[in-house]
């Protein structure tokens, strides 16, 4: 790299519109930015979800992700080897608005990230510029149980393994259930077998996300969604449809889109797909057959 490639670098910013953005990176910090819902200004970043342009210069309009990949270890060192491998820019600095509740995910390590979800972990470190009236920062949650967190619950989502999930609605739950509340469940298995058989005064809906959680919260961040399905198998109040619809949409899946179904088609079906096919039963009988 010559000394001439060496002069400091400058950056266009990259902007993201996700749902949870505003406009205060203009109104506070006179920035110029696109109209609509501004989120993040990713300030330096060679990602593959955004890269920022030099702004001048003898590389002026050059992408950074490009120029990671000309330099490598010129261009960050020779310390930086999961960015390496990955032919990545290790850093990401980025300036959010978060006009409504954003959540500071605890990401996992390289090892993890890299074995099952394709790219690296993070390591964060947050400032805060500016906190308006009202505004709250909630670092770490309280332990508590689960008869306090359903006092006043509209919507009592359940999301324990099947396995577990009648032991814990037959100790903790029934007792705590109040008429007019709503039951949410992801799968129906324990609904549709009746190992779980809440009382008719409480509204018992599904949205089940045809993805796992961690796609559901990386799709609703970039501004998408996973599909879902969503069913009713009580309406005691008369709107459970509605409620479930709006959890639905709450976690993105209004984007891609929400079929309706019943709790006995999205159990056995996904019970099926799952011991048929992913877990290798039409395989295995292929092979079976095969060798007869």
């Known amino acids: 790299m010559s000394q001439l490639e060496l002069t400091p670098l400058t950056f266009h910013p990259v902007f993201k519109d996700y749902p949870w953005g505003g406009r205060n990176l203009e109104a506070k910090l006179g920035r ?96 805060v510029l500016h906190a308006g009236p009202g505004y709250e920062l909630i670092y770490g949650f309280k332990p508590g149980d689960i008869k306090t967190a359903m006092k006043g619950a509209a919507l009592i989502i359940v999301t324990l393994p099947d396995e577990v999930q009648a032991k814990v609605y037959a100790g903790q739950i029934a007792p705590n259930l109040k008429a007019g509340q709503t039951l949410g469940f992801c799968h129906g298995f324990n609904i549709h077998f009746k190992y779980i058989v809440p009382p008719k005064d409480v509204n018992v809906v599904m949205i089940a996300p045809k993805g796992p959680g961690h796609l559901v919260r990386s799709e609703y961040e970039k501004g998408g969604g996973v599909p879902c399905l969503v069913a009713v198998q009580q309406d005691a109040t008369g709107t459970a449809k509605q409620i479930a619809l709006a959890w639905g949409n709450g976690i993105g899946g209004a984007r891609a889109g929400i079929l309706e179904t019943t709790y006995k088609e999205e159990t056995e079906t996904d019970l099926f797909g799952e011991q048929v096919v992913l877990c290798g039963g039409l395989s295995a009988l292929i092979l079976s057959l095969i060798h007869i």
């Open 32 to 127: 110029t930015i696109p109209p609509g819902i501004v989120a993040e200004s990713w300030e330096i970043a060679g990602h593959d979800h955004g890269s920022t342009a030099v702004r001048q210069g003898p590389h002026m309009g050059r992408l950074l992700s490009e120029l990671m990949s000309e330099w490598g270890a010129e261009l960050v060192g020779i310390r930086s080897a999961a960015a390496l491998k990955l032919g990545r820019f290790p850093l990401l600095i980025k300036i959010l608005d978060a006009h409504r509740w954003l959540s500071v995910q605890v990401h996992p390590d390289d090892e993890y990230s890299l074995a099952n979800e394709g790219d690296v972990g993070k390591t964060e470190m947050w400032v």
